[in-house]
């Protein structure tokens, strides 16, 4: 199973765990980096991840995030096919870097698109 995580995803274990919903959220990508750290799963990545990671300004939230990404086996390059499909889904009302994660999970054919921003 080939899994695309958007960063709001890759942050969650970083969030306040005193609230439920976020702790059960965590708790579900602890076991899912696991199934990805014995290559069950494969976890893809992509330019877009690592561009918006590099603007946060948490540096230890910033390591943790690239030591959960050496998991990944495929990095999606933001090129003109990446571009064009964000293009067209932010015209569907969605936000610049949330497009950019959706047409990189597109290019990639991954199976799963995991986030936990409720907007997507």
């Known amino acids: ?6 960063v709001c995803c890759l942050s969650r ?10 702790y059960l959220e965590s ?3 602890f076991l899912i980096f ?5 290559e069950v799963w494969e976890l893809i990545g992509s330019q877009a991840i690592e561009l918006e990671i590099d603007n ?3 540096l230890e939230r910033l390591r943790r995030i690239k030591q959960a990404l050496s998991l990944v086996k495929t990095t999606v390059p933001i090129d003109s096919t990446v571009t064009q499909r964000a293009t067209e889904i932010i015209t569907l009302g969605f936000k610049p870097y949330d497009a950019l994660h959706l047409a990189s999970a597109e290019v990639a054919r991954a199976d799963i698109f995991l ?5 997507i």
């Open 1 to 6: 199973m080939r899994i695309y995580m958007d």
């Open 13 to 22: 274990p970083f969030d306040d765990q005193t609230q439920e919903r976020i």
């Open 27 to 29: 708790q579900a990508l």
């Open 34 to 38: 696991g199934k990805c750290q014995f």
């Open 56 to 58: 946060d300004p948490d």
């Open 115 to 119: 986030t936990t921003d409720d907007r």
